[in-house]
């Protein structure tokens, strides 16, 4: 995370989020009676623009419909 790391105090270090968001993701998948499943950690480098194909397609559409609605929010 060098990025974080020059960034100091500006920024939150994403694995700092982590122990709070599974527990939010257990008790909403508990209360809705799903079994959280098992995701393994992603290593196709997202954060350095190496994406799976799949993601690719998704990416490429959100970017078409921000351009086509520069200032939009949604």
Known sequence: EPLIDRLGDAAVR??????????????VFAEAGLAVPE?????????????????GHLLAEMQVLARRHPGASW
């Open 14 to 27: 994403p694995s700092s989020l982590r122990a709070q968001f599974d527990a939010v993701i257990a008790t």
């Open 39 to 55: 995701v393994s950690a992603s290593s196709a480098g997202g954060r350095n623009g190496a994406h799976a194909t799949p993601f």
